[in-house]
Nanobody, 119 residues
Framework: VQLVESGGGLVQAGGSLRLSCAASGTIFRINVMGWYRQAPMKQRELVAV???????SYADSVKGRFTIFRDNAKNTVALQMNSLKPEDTAVYYCNADLWAPVVGTTSYWGQGTQVTVSS
């Protein structure tokens, strides 16, 4: 299973970006999908997650600015980021918890995509 991200880049403060992530390979069921980020010298932190039924959870720092979307038929998850701030600058990672027979649940990570917000 691979998670491939796209959509990062450089944007001015107040601008918007949309990140996308597609899961490919042998997929039986995807449970939770989400986005995490890691800024320089900081630990990786949760940004937003979405369950298979559409329930969502966001970090307090992005509530009201970021929206997570999911397409179960296409095995994709997206993150719409509005009103970006310099403190949103980080490498953003896609994450997915996949279930398979016998193996059970395994967590997969994308390679990361850089988001840089200039002031």
């Amino acid at each position: 299973v691979q998670l491939v991200e796209s959509g990062g880049g450089l944007v001015q403060a107040g601008g918007s970006l949309r990140l996308s992530c597609a899961a490919s390979g042998t997929i039986f069921r995807i449970n939770v999908m989400g986005w995490y980020r890691q800024a320089p010298m900081k630990q990786r932190e949760l940004v937003a997650v979405i369950g298979s039924g559409g329930s969502t959870s966001y970090a307090d720092s992005v509530k009201g600015r970021f929206t997570i979307f999911r397409d179960n038929a296409k095995n994709t998850v997206a993150l719409q980021m509005n009103s970006l701030k310099p403190e949103d600058t980080a490498v953003y990672y896609c994450n997915a918890d996949l279930w398979a027979p016998v193996v059970g649940t395994t967590s997969y990570w994308g390679q990361g995509t850089q988001v840089t917000v200039s002031s």
